[in-house]
């Protein structure tokens, strides 16, 4: 059994996540938490998050925990009010970047942090087993609800922290019908912003359907209709920032690092000259980092291993490619709408715009693949054929290029990632990479 990927549990709503799960999932959880402490529950603008919302607040305050529905915001959000409201773990209902048929629930610490992969592991095993606790009936937890609270502490919060350096440019807003739209139009236009939004209404039908982080084509054409200054685009629960240049060219997560980087170390604040990103970053990043005598130091595709990573070594900035950014000094978590106020933040210092700020980035072409497979047949490595190709290209492509295969952890697919400096015999080993295994699973299932 296997609930928790690398963002939580998740999967498409009433078929793989179910209301059921859910209630166990809030039973189990409030197991390891102190008697009579609270919890915070918060979901983006999916149909089915009202749905997961009153399960997780049954299955928690069945045994004993009050529950603090603080309503529709961002999972950065979630994460600030969990101290900031007194609560001991907060629940984040979302499916992130992924369609609307999916939600998911995200498990959360009293710092705001992902719960550590043994206990999702416990809960799994508690779960699987059917072991639920139970209380009496004079021990059963409350229910209260903040949400006009909730979300005024955290705009006030970003406003305080940025106050009088944001510039005033014109930016369009593609808010993804996502979570992004009860807060980043608010905070952006009181800290002297003109913002224009996109696809602003909070509906949950359309969550990221063409829009948002992973689709930002309309907010593309949109800058450059319009002549906007730039573009930011965020995804279904806010944790993630894509941005658009006025040039109307997307700034990835990668460039907006760099940005940030070399911005916090022209400052002196760029601990230990270090900077945190995944295996899935590009090349590029690292020599561009290396020129300006900035580390960049890897780890495994997941957020959460890159704050992991950023927390043992005392390093203040980290992200992924796909726009997770950490800001150590003022979140233990990714969060899309402080990236933004960050690189609006650069932009006003350096008196730049953002396309010169990223011209230090050279990067490797890279092509990523994703194919379909059961999740029985995760495990690439166990199949010869395509192991052995794998290999192939690796030695082909030598220093200047790589091979990166993965199975995602939050959809039934696996990755394939090359990256090298000739397009032409990427594409080559993309092609033939994604054949042999789509003929070598074909075979499996035959």
Not at 108 to 137: C, F, M
Not at 163 to 191: C, Y
Request: aromatic fraction near 6%; include cysteine; charged fraction near 20%.
């Amino acid at each position: 059994m296997s609930l928790f990927g690398t963002d939580g549990a998740r999967g498409i709503a009433n078929t793989e996540l179910t209301v059921d799960l859910a209630m166990n999932i809030g039973r189990v959880a409030a197991e390891s938490l102190p008697p009579g402490s609270r919890v915070l529950i918060g979901r983006d603008t999916r149909i089915s998050g009202p749905m997961f919302e009153a399960a997780l607040t049954a299955g928690f305050s069945s045994v004993g925990i009050d529950v603090m529905a603080v309503g529709m915001l961002p999972t950065p959000a979630l994460a600030y009010l969990i101290g900031k409201m007194g609560a001991r773990a907060g629940v984040m209902i979302s499916a992130s970047h992924n369609p609307p048929q999916y939600n998911g629930i995200k498990l959360l610490d009293h710092q705001g942090r992902k719960w550590p992969t043994d206990q999702e592991t416990w809960v799994e095993e508690k779960i699987a087993k059917n072991q639920y606790p139970t209380v009496s009936p004079e021990r059963i937890g409350r229910v209260f609800h903040y949400e006009t609270t909730a979300l005024t502490h955290y705009h006030r919060y970003l406003e305080g922290l940025f106050a009088g350096v944001i510039p005033e440019l014109h930016v369009g807003l593609d808010l993804g019908h996502g979570a992004a739209s009860a807060t980043a139009e608010v905070v952006l236009q009181n800290l002297g912003v003109h913002v224009h939004p996109l696809f602003s209404e909070p509906e949950g039908s359309l969550i990221n359907v063409h829009c948002g982080a992973t689709e930002p084509c309309v907010l593309q054409e949109q800058v450059l209709l319009n002549h906007w200054d730039l573009g930011l685009a965020f995804d279904g629960d806010a944790d993630r920032l894509i941005a658009v240049d006025h040039n109307g060219h997307v700034v990835d997560g990668d460039e907006i690092l760099y940005v940030l980087a070399v911005g916090l170390k022209q400052q002196g604040l760029l601990a230990g000259d270090k900077v945190v990103a995944t295996v899935m970053s590009n090349i590029g990043l690292e020599r561009a980092l290396e020129r300006e005598g900035i580390q960049l130091k890897r780890t495994p595709v997941g957020d959460r291993w890159v704050a992991q990573l950023m927390r043992e070594e005392n390093i203040v900035l980290g992200g992924e490619q796909s726009g997770h950014v950490i800001l150590s000094r003022y979140a233990s978590t990714g969060d899309g709408l402080l990236t933004a106020l960050a690189l609006l933040t650069e932009i006003h210092r350096q008196q730049r715009p953002l396309a010169e700020l990223v011209r230090g980035v050279e990067r490797y072409p890279q092509i990523l693949r994703n194919v379909k497979v059961e999740r029985t047949l995760m495990d690439w490595e166990n199949i010869p054929e395509f192991a052995r190709l794998v290999h192939e290209a690796e030695k082909d492509l030598g220093r200047d290029g790589r091979v990166f295969v993965r199975p995602s952890g939050t959809e039934p697919l696996l990755r394939i990632m090359i990256e090298g400096r000739n397009l032409t015999q990427i594409d080559n080993w993309a092609e033939r990479l994604e054949l042999v295994l789509q003929n070598a699973l074909e075979s499996a299932k035959a």
